[in-house]
């Protein structure tokens, strides 16, 4: 099992910044992708941005040139540094990872709980 906790989400003012964290823990093997998603009320979860084990990332177009994706392999941790935030980026955004359980086995996604960002004046 791994355990996923996000922390760093909150209210921000048009214009401003939040950097999300997700640390993952519990028995790892390896993990290969992590990624953020959100969810606007009334709307369908969307993905944000992903980054591979290897440091290869993509973004929806929305948040590009906005949002920056990054990783420690070392503390099997993701961020998301969002900064130029919008009124539109209001959601509950939730982590991702694709854990690798052994050698021998598929992967398996985990969700974390989601954290809240909100941004309005």
């Known amino acids: 099992q791994v355990q996923l906790v996000e922390s760093g989400g909150g209210l921000v003012q048009p214009g401003g910044s939040l950097r999300l964290s997700c640390a993952a823990s519990?028995?790892?093997?390896?993990?290969?992708?992590m990624g953020w998603y959100r969810q606007a009320p009334a709307k369908e979860r969307e993905l944000v941005a992903t980054?591979?084990?290897?440091?290869?990332?993509t973004y929806t177009d929305s948040v590009k040139g906005r949002f920056t994706i990054s990783r420690d392999n070392a503390k099997n941790t993701v961020y998301l540094q969002m900064n130029s935030l919008k009124p539109e980026d209001t959601a509950v955004y939730y982590c991702?990872?694709?854990?690798?359980?052994?050698?021998?086995?598929?992967?398996?996604?985990?969700w974390g709980q989601g954290t809240q960002v909100t941004v309005s004046s």
């Open positions: 519990g028995s790892i093997f390896r993990i290969n992708v």
């Open positions: 991702n990872v694709e854990h690798v359980p052994s050698a021998y086995r598929l992967p398996v996604r985990y």
């Open positions: 980054i591979t084990s290897g440091g290869s990332r």
